[in-house]
């Protein structure tokens, strides 16, 4: 476990030094999501709130892989998600700003792809998060705005029983506009910054 992190940290480090308009190809590979532990449903929806103000510590990997698959992992051999989509159609996806830049993750391989590299991204929201994650889907589909709200409660849950600070929001969804490689006809619905709580 600290191997991998200090092996993310060591990543980051190197990819600072790569120009912030790169796209760099690169892949992390997430360690497998903690499926166990925290509180129950029950006591996640009762201590389930928001925060507005983060500590600048940086999330372990293992939080970012529990984070990003409470938002939208594979929880199911058939494929299925942890947010339930119409028709399972899946037209929905997750990316998250990191320190070191943007990544899209792919719950399949459950690995991050980096798809913009630079600090910039990170600095670019107000929030001071370590994390922020950008909840998109397909502008097309009628069902879209359902999917992301489920998707941001997974997340708030989660962060809920684990002790995180998380706040949703609809503002800053712009941020990076004609920038993020999403797919065709895709947008950002909402942010959601998260980290430790402010001491």
Known sequence: MKRKNVLFALLCSLVLAVPATAVADMLVELPAPQKSGGLSVLEALGSRHVERVFDSRVLPLQEVSNVLWAACGVSRKDGRLTVPTAMNYQRIGVYAVLPDGVYRYDARQNVLEQVLAGESYLKSYANGAPLV?????????????MHIGSMYENVALYCASAGLANVMKAQETDRLEGKLPLPEGWKVYMIQPVGYPAR
């Open 133 to 145: 994650i950008l909840h998109t889907a397909q502008e097309s589909d009628r069902y879209s705005a």
